[in-house]
């Protein structure tokens, strides 16, 4: 009965998240790094975009449905390796603003950057050499082609295939790579990644999913990675950046410049806060410098 009562009111407490430094982030590629959905640009190639956007529409929106979703779309799709290809150079030319300087900065302060995504392999390795991220840091579904490069099918044993692909695959690095983990994403499989994830953030910056809106423990409406700098990193690695690091200084700037467009949920409060006595430390420094 004790026992029964304390999980009740464990289930009614709303866990604070506090300022701190979270070791490894897993970034989703298809409107999250880039602002393209791969399998719909894949579809639009194969003259069946209107019907596998709605098929992606509804998968994004409310989850659970990603492993069937994958293998409908795809069998309408039947994609080739060279449409693959193809998707590679969209989805750089479609990035994400400031995402090469960030990504590079939190790399430099300890972060280790991973791309989690339900896209494919094949067109995503060419992004994530773009940012920095190397190819044992890709996550993400293999497809099978023949000689001919046409589609045979796609690798189902691989966790990002399967029904809550992105919480196993994270449950499953864990083992390998301790640290506390965030992720940052635009759709509900970000948010089925608890608790697995320490910090969940949803983002808004190329689409707006009500849900993810909601649920997300912070979202970010603007199409700019900048706000991650001061989400990912305590303050102590923040004040390193400001006072020893005169390079990546613009760059933290925009990261404050950015934070209007932040919104906080109800438990990253104490974040929020810290973040504000961070930009007021560092306006009385410069202040002070100048006079």
Request: net charge positive; charged share 30%.
């Amino acid at each position: 009965m004790i026992e029964k009562i304390g999980q009740l009111e464990n289930k009614g407490k709303v866990h604070l998240l506090d300022h701190k430094f979270y070791r490894r982030v897993a970034i989703d590629v298809d409107s999250c790094l880039t602002g393209i959905e791969g399998i719909d640009l894949l579809a639009k190639i194969r003259g069946v975009g209107k019907v596998v956007t709605e098929m992606t529409r509804t998968a994004m929106g409310k989850g659970g449905l990603f492993n069937i979703a994958l293998a409908k779309r795809l069998e309408l799709i039947q994609p080739n390796g060279n449409d693959l290809d193809h998707v590679s150079n969209i989805y750089i030319e479609n990035i994400v603003k400031d995402a090469r300087g960030v990504i590079k900065l939190l790399q430099k302060n300890g972060v280790d950057a991973m791309l989690l995504s339900g896209g494919f392999r094949r067109s995503i390795i060419p992004l994530a050499e773009y940012v920095g991220i190397p190819k044992k840091n890709i996550y993400a579904n293999d497809l099978i082609f023949g000689e001919k490069e046409e589609y045979l099918g796609f690798d189902g044993k691989n966790l990002l295939s399967q029904e809550k692909g992105k919480k196993k695959q994270i449950e499953e690095l864990k083992y390998k790579k301790t640290g506390l983990y965030a992720i940052i994403g635009d759709g509900v499989s970000e948010l089925e990644t608890e608790p697995e994830t320490d910090f969940r953030i949803g983002f808004g910056g190329f689409v707006s999913r009500g849900r993810v809106v909601k649920e997300a423990d912070i979202f970010l409406s603007e199409q700019t990675f900048a706000p991650l700098i001061l989400l990912l990193l305590n303050p102590q690695k923040i004040r390193r950046i400001f006072y020893e690091q005169p390079e990546n200084r613009e760059l933290l700037v925009k990261a404050f410049n950015s934070m209007s467009g932040v919104k906080f949920n109800n438990k990253a409060r104490l974040l929020k806060q810290s973040i504000m006595e961070l930009y007021e430390e560092f306006v009385f420094y410069a202040k002070n410098i100048r006079e």
